[in-house]
């Protein structure tokens, strides 16, 4: 479809490992976004892509976390060394650069980490 | 950091009720917005606000952004069991790189 698509959809992986998901945003949508939704919370800002500006990385929780996006279009949030507390889902959106409020959610990655 | 204040964290209701929710800040925010998350998918926004005071419809919801800028409500009118799922209200500043603070979200469940 012509939506924001997520993968893996489900990732169950040990503590200590690390792990890469992966968003494709809408097509000539230059601003991306990544969120973190723990149970039972509402949407924790991660980080934000516009273009080819310095990314936002204000809200990556620690260093263990890392996003990357690539040619301006595909996105992978790392983490590293994987902790409990780690476990949530993990939303990624786009927006167009004259519309940034308007944000379309993929479906998210379950994270649940061993 | 700046929060918004969803409660209760549930509703039930029956079928062909109205309902209201509310979301409030202690901080200012320059745009408002409602989303409903379905089980297993993202986010979907309902309706966006973006002046003080302003109140927009979409179907059945309405929504208005409060005139201290602080707070928001969304109204639900004659509820079908589609209605059923998270909402979350959602706010920007002017500056922000438009990222969104989310509330906690208000589960909503609609007796047929």
């Known amino acids: 479809g012509a939506g924001v698509s997520q993968s893996p959809s489900n990732k169950v992986t040990e503590k200590g490992k690390d792990v890469e998901l992966r968003c494709d945003p809408i097509s000539g949508h230059t601003a991306l976004y990544w969120y973190r939704q723990s149970l039972g919370q509402g949407l924790e800002f991660l980080i934000y892509f516009q273009g080819n500006s310095a990314p936002d990385k204000s809200g990556l929780p620690s260093d263990r976390f890392s996003a990357e996006r690539t040619g301006g279009s595909v996105s992978t949030l790392t983490i590293q060394r994987t902790q409990q507390e780690d476990s949530a889902v993990y939303l990624c959106?786009?927006?167009?650069?004259?519309?940034?409020?308007?944000?379309?959610f993929g479906p998210g990655t379950r994270l649940l980490v061993l | 950091g700046q929060q918004l204040n969803q409660s209760p964290q549930s509703m039930f209701i029956q079928e062909g009720e109205d309902v209201s929710m509310n979301c409030t800040s202690s901080?200012?925010?320059?745009?408002w917005l409602w989303y409903k998350q379905d089980p297993g998918e993202g986010p979907v926004l309902l309706i966006a606000l973006y002046k003080a005071g302003e109140l927009t419809s979409n179907g059945r919801l309405t929504a208005q952004f409060g005139i201290t800028r602080k707070d928001s409500f969304l109204n639900i009118s004659a509820s079908i069991p589609s209605d059923v799922g998270i909402y979350f209200c959602?706010?920007?500043?002017?500056?922000?790189?438009?990222?969104?603070?989310f509330g906690k979200g208000i589960t909503l469940s609609v007796r047929p």
């Open positions: 959106a786009s927006s167009l650069v004259w519309d940034q409020e308007t944000q379309y």
């Open positions: 959602a706010g920007t500043i002017t500056g922000a790189n438009s990222k969104l603070t």
């Open positions: 901080s200012i925010f320059n745009t």
